[in-house]
């Protein structure tokens, strides 16, 4: 497959970059999930390169580690025929004091198309895409959002429940710090589902009702007749002093085990963005279980849902290049 040439009307998602899920529209998540379905069969096959990108150049700048989001945004750039740079903060000009935005000015020059930033401040990659050319994901900045990892999140359960309207989400652990947290808050309840927050009195935001979700500090209340158990890991990096006791205690009150999963549905699923820490907020054998737990398919969706950013965010730079060059 070539570059294509599509006018702006055909295109089912118009924004120039993806910095959070905030804002999106139905007709926009849906979008990227139906783009994204397409690409789990891709990924599947033995021949998993397609040429949509070729040409395109995409640069990878992760100020925070990462494991999933990293690599799944490589191999979907390079899987659609991209260029992909990786670029080391650890070996960059960061290091000798260079700014994150003569950073990304810097990067602008050499002509990329998308810039995938990871920024442990919130706003920060906002910040940056305001200065540059190309367009810009957010793949997780601060607390504030990771809208790739709500969208694996909503295929993940879309392709196993069918649809998410409907459905009763229960998010458990460290809401306070979670960026997953708020990017699935305002996807899930755009597209129908109910979310219920569950964690101790320190560990959610003042006020997180107003996001549209119920609050419950009590695990077993909380997962009552919930379709989806979504566990999120305690971001002790991100804590001064301590939010909790103890590890040992927070695993006995908040940690999902067999006794507290058995409030929710019989079938309920169970999610995890990773990285996980065993027996601190999920119960090792129980993220294992491949009855309930769909941690791995999880993972599985992050590669095609970052295809589907790709290839509608660079539709998107070509429509608006030919709009340009039409006036
Ligand atoms: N879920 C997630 O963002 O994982 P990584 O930190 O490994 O990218």
Not at 244 to 259: A, I, K, N, Q, T
């Amino acid at each position: 497959m070539s570059a294509r040439s599509e006018t702006r009307e055909s295109l089912g998602f118009q924004h120039r970059h993806l910095l959070g899920i905030e804002g999106l529209s139905v007709a926009e998540i849906d979008f990227l999930l139906d783009l994204a379905d397409g690409y789990v069969e891709v990924n599947r096959r033995a021949d998993k390169k397609l040429g949509l990108l070729g040409g395109r150049t995409v640069i990878n700048l992760f100020f925070e580690g990462s494991t999933r989001t990293r690599t799944s945004f490589e191999l979907a750039a390079k899987r659609l025929g991209a260029d992909v740079i990786n670029m080391s903060i650890a070996w960059s000009s960061i290091k000798k004091g260079e700014t994150l935005i003569d950073t990304a000015m810097t990067l602008n020059a050499m002509h990329p198309d998308v810039l995938i930033v990871r920024h442990p401040d919130s706003g920060a990659v906002k910040l940056l895409s305001e200065k540059v050319n190309c367009a810009v994901i957010n793949a997780g900045d601060g607390s504030h959002e990771h809208p790739t990892q709500a969208l694996l999140d909503a295929l993940t359960i879309r392709r196993r429940r069918g649809a998410l309207k409907g459905l009763l989400v229960a998010i458990c652990g460290d809401v306070l710090h979670s960026r997953v947290a708020r990017s699935n808050i305002y996807l899930l309840t755009t597209l129908g589902a109910r979310v219920r927050v569950i964690a101790p009195p320190t560990l959610l935001p003042s006020r997180i009702e107003r996001l549209g979700v119920e609050a419950f500090h009590d695990m077993r209340k909380g997962l009552e007749d919930c379709d989806i158990v979504m566990m999120l890991r305690l971001q002790s990096e991100r804590m001064q002093g301590s939010y909790v006791p103890s590890v040992r205690e927070y695993f006995r009150f908040f940690g999902l085990d067999h006794d507290k999963l058995k409030a929710a549905k019989p079938d309920a699923l169970i999610m995890h963005p990773g990285p996980m820490n065993r027996g601190v907020e999920i119960d090792s054998e129980l993220a294992d279980d491949i009855d309930r737990s769909v941690i791995r398919e999880q993972v599985e969706m992050g590669v095609a849902v970052r295809m589907a950013c790709l290839d509608a965010l660079t539709r998107s730079l070509q429509a608006a290049a030919e709009g340009e060059e039409a006036r």
